[in-house]
Structures are given as structure tokens and as C-alpha cells.
């Protein structure tokens, strides 16, 4: 039962990321943060991935992906 909860959070999650990445993207626009601090949350997020998939915390890990996507998406805008 707890395998199945987590499919279905991360696969809720995975919907909600790709529907920001796509809002990001046809809008232009990405979050509203300066450049620096978006870069210190993708540090942050990389380094939470690596710790969660090293102890196997697949749930975990796939939450800081999503962090480490959706900020990288919006320097990508930010930038451009």
C-alpha cells in the first residue's frame, strides 16, 4: 500500500512539474526571483537529489528533480 501511495504522489507530481515547465515556457516568463537565488536553489535541490537517491528515497529524490527542473527552466528564461 505505501509503494502504490508513493507511485501515485510522484505521478501527481510529475503532472504538476510538467504543467509548470509548460506554463514557464508559453509564457516566457520563469519564477520571480533574482537570478543568483534561483541558482542557489538549484544547488541546494542537486544537492538534496544526491542525498535522497544514495539512502534510496525514491519519493524524496524525485521531489528535489522537480525543484532542480523547474528552477533550471526559469534561469533558462531568466537568462534569455
Given at each position: ?31 520571480n ?12 535541490f542537486?544537492?538534496?537529489?544526491i542525498?535522497?537517491?544514495r ?23 531568466s537568462?534569455?
Amino acid at each position: 500500500m505505501k509503494k502504490i501511495l508513493a507511485i501515485v504522489v510522484v505521478l501527481a507530481m510529475v503532472l504538476v512539474v510538467i504543467g509548470l515547465m509548460m506554463d514557464m515556457i508559453s509564457t516566457g516568463s520563469g519564477l520571480n526571483y533574482p537570478i543568483w537565488v534561483q541558482l542557489i536553489f538549484i544547488l541546494c535541490f542537486l544537492a538534496m537529489t544526491i542525498a535522497n537517491l544514495r539512502k534510496r528515497d525514491w519519493l524524496w529524490g524525485a521531489v528535489s528533480i522537480s525543484g532542480v527542473a523547474i528552477c533550471a527552466v526559469s534561469v533558462g528564461f531568466s537568462i534569455l
